[in-house]
Nanobody
Framework: QVQLVESGGGLVQAGGSLRLSCAAS????????MGWFRQAPDKEREVVATINWTGTTMYYADSVKGRFTISRDNAKNTVYLQMNSLKPEDTAFYTC????????????????WGRGTQVTVSS
C-alpha cells in the first residue's frame, strides 16, 4: 500500500521557520515528480512547490518564491519543504503529492496524496 506521510507542521510566529517532510512508503518515487500543495480555510487547494525526479527543476508559486525551498532525498524516498520568513497568510493545511499526469499546477493531475499537516502562522 502506497503511503505519503507528512510531518513538521505546527504553530509558529510570523517570521519564523518550519521544515515539512513527506516520507513515502509502499513504492519508490525516485523517478517521479513530487510536490507540495496547501489549502487555507474557504480557499481552493493550490500548488506551493514541485520538484522533478532528479531534484534539478523546481517550481514555486509566486507567493512563496524566495522564502520556501523544496528538496528531495531519493535514497530516503522523502521530499521536504523548508519554509522561512513565514507569514500569517501561509497558514493552511499542507499536503504532499507524487506523480502527475498533465498539468503539475492542478491538484487533479496528481495521483498520490498524503493526509497533510497543519501550519499555523501567528501575527
Amino acid at each position: 500500500q502506497v503511503q505519503l506521510v507528512e510531518s513538521g507542521g505546527g504553530l509558529v510566529q510570523a517570521g519564523g521557520s518550519l521544515r515539512l517532510s513527506c516520507a513515502a512508503s509502499g513504492r519508490t518515487f525516485s523517478r517521479d515528480a513530487m510536490g507540495w500543495f496547501r489549502q487555507a480555510p474557504d480557499k481552493e487547494r493550490e500548488v506551493v512547490a514541485t520538484i522533478n525526479w532528479t531534484g534539478t527543476t523546481m517550481y514555486y508559486a509566486d507567493s512563496v518564491k524566495g522564502r520556501f525551498t523544496i528538496s528531495r532525498d531519493n535514497a530516503k524516498n522523502t521530499v521536504y519543504l523548508q519554509m522561512n520568513s513565514l507569514k500569517p497568510e501561509d497558514t493552511a493545511f499542507y499536503t504532499c503529492a507524487a506523480v502527475f499526469f498533465g498539468s503539475k499546477y492542478l491538484p487533479s493531475s496528481w495521483r498520490y496524496w498524503g493526509r497533510g499537516t497543519q501550519v499555523t502562522v501567528s501575527s
